[in-house]
């Protein structure tokens, strides 16, 4: 027994009273309200279908790694796949991830030094806080999405600053003005860095695509557990910080590589995407359906991820459970994991839900607001 465990129950116990405790669950039976899996590929059994058959055609992409890339890890699969990743996105290269946690933590514990500022959003992923705490260099906070915010912060930094964002924010669903902090990254030569793990496969391979930013970004890290419904990320970058990253992050030097199945499953899950554009009209189509219900919600128009605030923990836990018993599976997020007073319902559309289940959920919320 640990000395000091006193103190890990009493916090448990703190936690428990606020009802805000986490435990692991398994996933219930229900209507899908609050998964990642935007458009459904992870339970895609035309997609299956393809991987179980690479699987028949040659067995050993489910052997192990055995070692990290840098020793016995590294395959030509993996190779390939980072190509044409680097490819497809118009980047110079691409370095393969297990995870976008694992990915970030590379990027913004390796990449900054101790004279230089790390500025993010403030409602950026607690990865890039997590990484920022392993870099010697300075992390600053801009205010959500404001752009006088981040020149102003800018102006006063001497030395060089890395500039953190996400394309399209989970929590508040809500996009990043990428354009115009790209271009204030420019004006002040800031590298700029963004997490497109939101909005990669929901709108083509994401905002940098869109806008055609790729000579604005400095790094970008794509995941591949939401909306391709695989695992893993990749950074995308230019052929010097690739070789930075490979001999200096020390995320990506000590973990032992993923099996080939999964670079393969990304790799399908790209040719699937590919052929299968008709999901993330789907997946419009559905959140015009939410939006036309009229419910007040911070979220953008197009976002897959609707923010519904019920500034009420107690009013919150209600909402929830009775959307629970209705069969609607979503998820509540409560202070102080957000500011009191910000509380939030937090809704995850999908392609492959119907109207009747959308206009149904909306009729139990109204209920509460």
Sequence with gaps: MLS???????????????????????????????????????????????LLQK?????????????SRLISGNSDIAVSVEKDIAQKHHFESALLFPSG??????????????HDTVIVDEQIHRSVHDACKLSNARKLKFKHNEIEDLENILKRQEGHCYIAIESLYSMEGDFAPIQEIASIAGKYKA?????????????GYGLIEKYQLQHHVSAAVVTYGKALG????????????????????????????????????????????????????????????????NLQSPSAE????????????????????TLSEEGFLTYAIYSPTVKEGSERLRICLHSFNTEEEIMKLTEIIKEFI
């Design 4 to 50: 000091n465990s006193s103190r890990f129950q009493e916090s448990l116990d703190k936690r428990k009273e606020e009802g805000t405790l986490r435990r692991l669950r398994l996933q219930p039976d229900g209507i899908d309200f609050y998964s990642n899996d935007y458009l459904g590929l992870a339970k895609s059994k035309e997609l299956q279908h393809l």
């Design 101 to 114: 946690y694992n990915a970030n933590l590379a990027l913004f514990s390796t990449l900054p030094s101790r």
């Design 230 to 293: 695989a695992h893993g990320a990749a950074i995308l970058c230019n052929e010097t910080v690739k070789s930075y990253l490979i001999n200096f992050a020390s995320p990506f030097i000590y973990t032992t590589s993923a099996q080939d199945f999964q670079w393969i499953s990304i790799k399908t899950g790209y040719e699937f995407l590919d052929q299968h554009h008709e999901l993330a009209v789907k997946l419009q189509d559905n959140i015009k359906i939410f939006r036309s219900r």
């Design 191 to 203: 590298s700029l860095i963004v997490d497109e793990a939101h909005a990669f496969g929901i709108f």
């Design 55 to 67: 699987i028949t055609d040659n067995p050993q992409l489910l052997s192990g790694s055995t070692g």
């Design 302 to 321: 197009t976002s897959p991820v609707q923010a519904i605030v019920i500034p009420d923990n107690q009013r919150l836990k209600e909402l929830q459970g």
